[in-house]
């Protein structure tokens, strides 16, 4: 959240503005443009469970429109040890996850974006069942009673390493021109938009 300006939430649909699948409501994350920045900064943090994080953001506007934009991120943590799962537990963990975000634009004729979010990560608890594949008692919520499932991911290092490794790549690139017809108030638009998720080649599951 250290590149954010401002987070919109609407309720209701908002398709007019923001496409046929706004339905139910929307929340919009608007990023800090140069002129926000307006210089650098740089975050370094540690906390518990082996936590490590840092963030960068730089931008400028210079005075002949060229506006610019960078920011980066990387986070790596152990995560949180639920011994209700297993007393090893170890699949909450994120690998030093990293996000790059870049935008360039000049005046109001043209924006060129990149970003990419690298996340290797544990399955988590969603998918660890420990009643009976440990002998556990089954997990419940709020003092209830949980439910038996037939499978389960082990919770723990297997072989030294860890059990799953969820690593997903999200690419995006973007390129926006806008130019007056007549005056400011009659102008057109045009946009070219690439996104690309996928799964690395390293992600496995015991």
Not at 112 to 122: A, E, K, N, Q, T
């Amino acid at each position: 959240l250290h590149n954010v300006k401002r987070i919109e939430i609407l309720y209701g649909p908002a398709s007019a503005l923001y496409g046929a699948n706004a339905l139910n409501g929307i929340i919009n994350i608007i990023t800090k443009k140069g002129r926000d920045i307006n210089g650098f900064e740089y975050h370094s943090g540690i906390g518990t469970n082996h936590t490590f994080s840092n963030q960068f953001l730089a931008g400028h506007r210079l005075e002949n429109g060229l506006e610019y934009s960078l920011s980066a991120s990387l986070y790596k943590t152990d995560g949180p040890v639920l011994a209700e799962r297993h007393p090893e537990y170890s699949e909450s963990y994120v690998d030093k996850a990293y996000s790059i975000v870049a935008r360039f634009s000049y005046k109001k004729n043209l924006t060129v974006g990149f970003s990419r979010f690298d996340r290797p990560m544990g399955f988590g608890p969603y998918f660890n069942s420990p009643s009976n594949l440990y002998g556990l008692p089954k997990y419940g919520f709020q003092d209830r009673d949980g439910i038996s499932e037939g499978w389960a991911v082990p919770s723990y290092f297997v072989d030294n390493e860890h059990a799953s490794n969820w690593h997903s790549i999200n690419n995006r690139f973007f390129i926006k021109n806008e130019f007056d017809i007549i005056n400011e108030k009659i102008s057109l638009k045009s946009q070219f938009y690439y996104r690309n998720t996928s799964i690395a080649d390293d992600s496995y599951i015991w």
